[in-house]
């Protein structure tokens, strides 16, 4: 099973709203569990999250502007991974 951290534990630790982390979820960035009313992030999410969290507040960057870098930093990955396929190919 996986852990759960409670968002609000997050949003304390991060001296951000619950709002940023919700409109990363209504955007599809980030997957969260809900357990009797509380809401929680799951492990496997939270470095994808502290990444968006460090982008909105270090860079000003916002919701709209985190979800264009994650889509962009997704196709250079799927490109990558297509080159190293490619390459195992040829070589």
Same mark, same amino acid.
């Given at each position: 099973?996986?852990?759960?951290? #409670?968002?609000?534990? /997050?949003?304390?630790?991060?001296? /951000?709203?619950?709002?940023?982390?919700?409109? @990363?979820?209504? #955007?599809? @960035?980030? %997957?969260? %569990?809900?357990?009797?009313?509380?809401?929680?992030?799951?492990?496997?999410?939270?470095q994808?999250?502290? %990444? &968006?969290? =460090? @982008?909105?507040?270090?860079?000003? /960057?916002?919701v709209?502007?985190?979800?264009?870098?994650?889509?962009?930093?997704?196709?250079?990955?799927? &490109?990558?991974?297509?080159? =190293?396929?490619? =390459?195992? =190919?040829?070589?």
């Open positions: 099973m996986t852990n759960l951290i #409670a968002a609000t534990d /997050i949003c304390t630790y991060h001296g /951000i709203e619950y709002t940023f982390i919700d409109s @990363l979820r209504e #955007a599809g @960035l980030v %997957k969260f %569990k809900i357990v009797k009313r509380n809401t929680y992030v799951p492990e496997t999410e939270l994808k999250l502290e %990444k &968006m969290i =460090r @982008l909105h507040n270090e860079l000003e /960057i916002n709209a502007g985190i979800e264009a870098i994650v889509h962009l930093l997704e196709r250079v990955e799927q &490109m990558q991974e297509e080159m =190293r396929v490619l =390459r195992n =190919r040829v070589g």
